[in-house]
Structure formats: C-alpha cells, structure tokens
C-alpha cells in the first residue's frame, strides 16, 4: 500500500454488456483491494445493451491501473478506462427537502438558492426540494448553506461523465471488432 501523499481521485468508466451481476463483479475487485469507492453511478450509454459505470476512489496510479487491468479480464465488460479530472467533464445531482415554512419564512434562503444556481423542483405545504447541478464542491457549498433552514433529507448522485476526447473510444473498438468479424 502506497503513503496517502501519492492518493488522488480517480475516475474509471467501464463499458459493459447489459448483464446481471457485472456491477457486483467489478466492485468485488475494488473490496480485494481495500479500495473505498467514493461514488458510482450505472447506466445506459449511446450503445444499446451496453451499460457503463463510473466509479470514483482516492488511490495511487499503479493501482488504479491493475484494478483497470483486472476488471477489463471480467467477460461481460468490453473496456474499462481510467482517468484523472482534467481528462473528463463530470457533473453530479444534488437534492435537498427543506420545510417550505422556512422558504417562505426565511427570504434569504431564496437569495442561498439564486447564489448556488440551484433550482426548486417541487413545492409542497409542507416541503420544497431543491435541485443543484456540479461539481462536489459545489453541491457540499449548497448543503451548508441549507443546514440552518433544517434540511430534511440530502441525496447526491455520483460522478456523470464525458470524456474530452473528440472520439468514444469503446464505439471505435466495437466497430472495430464487428469488423474483424466479417
């Protein structure tokens, strides 16, 4: 295991086949490695039946590239990439219910809501919910702001992300293979 001064946070993207048991399969590899996920996400990509997963942890290089290395030997995943956050545009969702009694209340929580670019997505008599867009940083700004005005419930997504590569690398692959196939 390598100092805590080499960790940094990456971000891996597996590309599957739509199966079950390959999101358990690839975590597995991460627990052999005592490796905490930060957060992951799942889901369906511009590729039909193939799913992809974005997981993020705080490790050393030399790791992240055998655990990429072993996830990619798994049989239902067709590529598995790892990358740092210059590499990626990434984005996650927020959701915050506070009392609505506090946002009628409380005019300067309308301001904290402009001031973190956020939006209101239902209004009940008895709570709002309040979505935020970006980067974790950003959605943890929003969750202080909103701690005095007695937030209710708090949920974020993990990482949704893009790669700033002019090219999907796994759609060039797969053309690729369904070329040598013919």
Not at 21 to 33: D, F, S, W
Not at 75 to 103: G, H, R, S
Request: aromatic share 8%; net charge neutral; charged share 30%.
């Amino acid at each position: 295991m390598s100092d805590n001064k080499d960790k940094q946070l990456f971000t891996m993207s597996a590309f599957a086949e739509n199966a079950v048991g390959v999101l358990n399969q690839v975590t597995a590899i991460y627990t052999r490695r005592c490796i905490n996920i930060e957060s992951i996400t799942a889901s369906a990509c511009s590729i039909p039946g193939v799913s992809k997963f974005t997981i993020t942890c705080h490790s050393d290089r030399d790791t992240m590239d055998k655990v990429v290395r072993q996830i990619e030997k798994r049989i239902d995943v067709i590529k598995a990439f790892l990358y740092c956050d210059e590499d990626i545009v990434y984005q996650e969702v927020a959701l915050y219910k506070v009392p609505t009694e506090k946002l009628l209340e409380e005019k300067h929580l309308e301001w904290i809501i402009r001031k973190h670019s956020a939006r209101i997505l239902e209004i009940t008599p008895v709570y709002t919910v309040i979505e935020k867009t970006g980067h974790r940083d950003e959605t943890e700004s929003l969750f202080e702001a909103l701690k005095r005005y007695d937030i209710r419930q708090f949920a974020r997504s993990g990482r949704v992300t893009i790669t700033k590569d002019p090219v999907e690398y796994v759609t060039a692959l797969l053309a690729e293979r369904e070329k040598d196939l013919k």
